[in-house]
């Protein structure tokens, strides 16, 4: 099935919700990028799981779906010291559900949450229903949203799907419909990433018939018309199909958006910028929009970030076939390349001599970059992780030579990542194996950076 994947936290994650300069500060410069990696080396412990975190000393918190063979954690958050991991998997009666779990600061599930810590929720109980989380984070009264998608269902459209928690895992009556919405806005919708602003607001971003989109949904989890009103969405037509796959929200409330178009056959980069009301903020690239790619070569784009200074970091990967390899790109604030990063803004060094695809990416407090995913040089894809330096090189005290291969277990995935501390990140994936049973697992792990 299809990787969904998204990154959101409480009132946005920290590097998502980066200070950005007065009006009057000088404009970006690449010396000023330089002055950010000041901390951005690797510590002595990069790269190791936290024996502290998890079951056993493995550094692992493992959270079983049953006996499915698809699925994991596509979203992590941390609020009030601890963690929500919010994924898809099959059901007891057949299907997809959204799956939440709430863990403890060192990884043990939260007792006080769901049934022993972890709920799962469908929209009908029945083996055609398959619904997918792309999405989790928390309000500020301590509810967790799950935001995704509902494939079509009794002849229905493909719709958003909202859910809302109570602090002990309970749907919230007061949501929706008993704590559930899905949101029809006209088309076939599918969504690949989501995150809760810090008023409590919900984005989603996706496609509606091949169209790129970004909705918006009250904290109530309502359609908010006061976005591209009277609309609550808008999407954008890009060559023949465009699709958004990840979202971020700056202190100005202006959304950055990340996806790749489809120019027939070979894939580019978007990035677009929208106003709090959701127009298309035209002091950012062409018009609000930039399409960014090499001649023939298929480049898409999975995760964002926004840095201290007000600058965008995008990474997917790029390449053809089978020899695929993660790449960044840095902008600056107005949209232009950083040419201070990488070879003229786009740090695209070989990851491994296999097919690597990224899933997700987290900018550390130092500047530096670290891209998850999974590949390798033949055989299964592995889960990966890449970290480059401030300036866009592979960092060589990072794994082997910036590369690190990392083991969640039989058939483990790695689908996001998030930074808790200058020194540690969260990890989260899946795994279908035989120990310590049958089935498929969520999985978070704990490592040193």
């Known amino acids: 099935m299809r990787a969904l994947f998204a990154m959101v936290a409480l009132l946005v994650p920290s590097h998502l919700l980066a200070e950005e300069p007065a009006a009057s500060a000088p404009p970006a410069t690449h010396a000023g990028a330089a002055l950010r990696c000041a901390g951005a080396e690797a510590g002595a412990l990069a790269g190791r799981l936290d024996p502290s975190f998890g079951e056993e000393g493995t550094g692992l918190a493992r959270v079983r779906f049953g006996a499915d063979d698809d699925g994991g954690f596509f979203a992590l958050d941390v609020a009030g010291g601890e963690i929500v991991a919010g994924g898809w998997g099959q059901g007891g009666l057949g299907g997809v559900r959204f799956r939440v779990a709430r863990l403890t600061g060192d990884g043990a599930r939260d007792p006080g949450f769901g049934d022993g810590g972890a709920v799962m929720t469908s929209w009908a109980a029945s083996t055609g229903d398959y619904v997918y989380l792309a999405g989790v984070g928390a309000q500020r009264d ?72 970004i909705a918006r949904a009250t904290a109530d989890g309502a359609l908010d018309t006061s976005f591209a009103h009277p609309r609550g969405y808008r999407t954008v037509a890009l060559w023949p199909s465009s699709v958004a796959e990840a979202v971020a929200v700056d202190l100005r409330g202006r959304l950055v958006v990340a996806g790749s178009v489809d120019k027939g056959g070979q894939r580019d980069m978007v990035v677009l910028r929208l106003r709090p009301d959701g127009a298309l903020d035209g002091s950012f690239g062409d018009r609000g929009v930039i399409v960014a790619g090499d001649p023939w070569i298929d480049e898409r784009a999975v995760a964002v970030a926004l840095s201290p200074g007000g600058g965008v ?88 030579g910036g590369v690190l291969a990392v083991d969640l277990g039989e058939f483990g995935v790695l689908r996001t990542v998030r930074a808790i501390s200058r020194d540690q990140i969260l990890l989260g994936g899946g795994d279908v194996g035989m120990s310590p049973g049958p089935g498929t697992y969520g999985v978070v792990a704990r490592m040193w950076m």
């Open 142 to 213: 301590g509810g967790i949203v799950a935001a995704g998608w509902r494939d079509r269902f009794g002849g229905g459209s493909a719709d958003v799907a909202l859910a809302r928690y109570a602090k002990d895992g309970s749907l919230d009556p007061g949501f929706g419909d008993g704590g559930k919405r899905l949101i029809d806005l006209g088309g076939d919708e599918v969504i690949q990433a989501g995150l809760v602003a810090r008023d409590g607001r919900i984005v989603v971003v996706g496609r509606r018939d091949g169209r790129l989109l």
């Open 313 to 400: 970091m995008v990474a997917g990967d790029a390449g053809p076939a089978g020899a695929r390899d993660f790449q960044v790109r840095r902008f600056l604030p107005d949209g232009a390349p950083d040419l201070g990063f990488g070879e003229s803004g786009v740090a695209a060094w070989p990851t491994t001599g296999g097919d690597d695809q990224a899933e997700d990416m987290v900018l550390l407090p130092g500047g530096a970059v670290v891209v998850a995913g999974n590949g390798g040089d033949g055989g299964a894809a592995a889960p990966l992780l890449a970290r480059y330096t401030c300036d866009g090189a592979l960092d060589p005290a990072f794994g082997d």
